[in-house]
């Protein structure tokens, strides 16, 4: 699917050539290359003669203690230890609130709200993602619980499009609301809609149907979506490889794949997209899930092994 919009206004706009992808699929997983991580620390050295093995052993002792010959540096940590995070989203916060935006333009609000699902109730703290377009306006990924706190992290700036990953509460919740306020359009799969029109009614669709494989040109971002079946069948992740970046809503969050309420829906498939889809983009790249910290394609390729 390819779509460009640069203003608010819809005249003379519509998605066009998506390519479908059977979003069932679960294939087997190929186990993904381990990665060993090696370390170097400068050895300590003592220069200068030793009188005797007592005055030896006192230089080795001062040496211990002070300053390193040029170009040795101090090791620190444990080796093999993973290097904290630097990422503004990698936080554990707990409480709802606005962080960023990043050096890549990106907000997130966290809102809480309640999630119900298979007759149970969850309190759930979820992300809502603002990115910027361009210098103008904005796309909002998976508005949550709070159109209020979402429309204030916006401002001023124009909504281009609002985009779902998939049908559940947390990630549509606000979508009307949000999209009515600039008159942008909604973007969601077409298997979702049966979980959407529970929510919202069958009165207002969305107006744009993505499917993986297909891209959406939004102001000065290309857009890939990814099938991400598992957690729902029409789960879908947004790729911005031009900021290292994917909106992986509920498929994969920090050190595990994302349930829905307290089970898997689709465990098989779920480990399938991530394993084909999310762990097979550049290792540095960021994956923004719909709970919870930040985390890297590298750091959960880590953590698969132990999923399968």
Avoid at 13 to 26: I, K, L, M
Avoid at 103 to 112: C, K, L, W, Y
């Amino acid at each position: 699917m390819f779509w460009k919009r640069k203003s608010k206004k819809k005249d003379g706009q519509e998605a066009t050539g998506s390519a479908a992808e059977a979003a069932g699929s679960t294939e087997e997983v190929e186990e993904p290359e381990e990665t060993e991580e090696t370390g170097t620390a400068a050895g300590d050295r003592t220069d200068g003669e030793a009188g005797d093995k007592a005055e030896a052993a006192g230089a080795d002792e001062a040496s211990e203690g002070g300053d390193k010959d040029d170009g040795e540096e101090e090791s620190g940590g444990e080796a093999g230890a993973e290097p904290e995070s630097t990422d503004v989203f990698a936080d554990e916060g707990e409480e709802p609130g606005v962080t960023g935006p990043d050096d890549e333009g990106i907000t997130r609000v966290r809102t809480a709200g309640t999630f119900e699902f298979d007759g149970e109730k969850f309190e759930v703290l979820s992300n809502t993602w603002i990115v910027d377009a361009d210098k103008d306006g904005v796309i909002v990924i998976d508005p949550a619980h709070d159109s209020e706190a979402i429309l204030e992290a916006i401002g001023e700036r124009d909504i281009y499009l609002v985009a779902c990953t998939n049908g559940y509460a947390p990630h549509i919740e606000s979508a009307i609301a949000v999209a009515e306020e600039a008159e942008a359009p909604i973007a969601l799969h077409p298997r979702e809609m049966r979980v959407w029109r529970r929510f919202h009614g069958a009165e207002h669709r969305p107006e744009i149907e993505v499917e993986g494989e297909g891209a959406l040109d939004v102001g000065d971002l290309h857009i890939d979506v990814l099938a991400l079946p598992g957690s729902s069948p029409g789960t879908v992740g947004y790729y911005i490889s031009q900021k290292g970046v994917v909106f992986s809503g509920d498929i994969v969050r920090a050190g595990e794949p994302g349930m829905v309420g307290d089970t898997y829906i689709d465990y098989t498939a779920q480990l399938a997209s991530i394993g084909e889809k999310l762990l097979s983009l550049p290792p540095e790249t960021r994956l923004l899930p719909d709970r919870g910290p930040a985390s890297t394609s590298a750091a959960e390729n880590r953590n698969f092994d132990s999923w399968v």
